[in-house]
């Protein structure tokens, strides 16, 4: 795990597991746009919250986040505002 954190706070990371096989291209995009490695070019929280996968799933009134996922995020302990944001909106 602190190799993974490793890379993304290096802005090196790939999606070309298995276990981004099932992640939508709208998900990926907005996930890419989230780790931006230069914070001027990164999203901001509103950009993020715009972003047509957030829209999306707004708009079902759905999540469509798979409950292993789920379970991960709940874990993970990142006292930030986005994160509280991201949360609300994916349950």
């Not at 799933?57 to 379970?71: C, F, P």
């Not at 709940?74 to 909106?89: E, Q, R």
Request: hydrophobic share 35%.
């Amino acid at each position: 795990t602190s190799e993974i954190y490793s890379s993304i706070s290096k802005g090196v990371y790939s999606m070309k597991y298995e276990q981004w096989k099932s992640i939508s291209e709208d998900a990926k995009d907005l996930i890419n746009q989230l780790l931006t490695f230069d914070p001027e070019k990164r999203l901001t929280l509103d950009q993020a919250l715009g972003h047509p996968w957030f829209r999306r799933k707004l708009l079902n009134g759905t999540s469509g986040v798979d409950t292993r996922i789920a379970d991960h995020l709940l874990s993970f302990n990142c006292p930030n505002i986005f994160h509280k944001k991201v949360w609300d909106v994916i349950v």
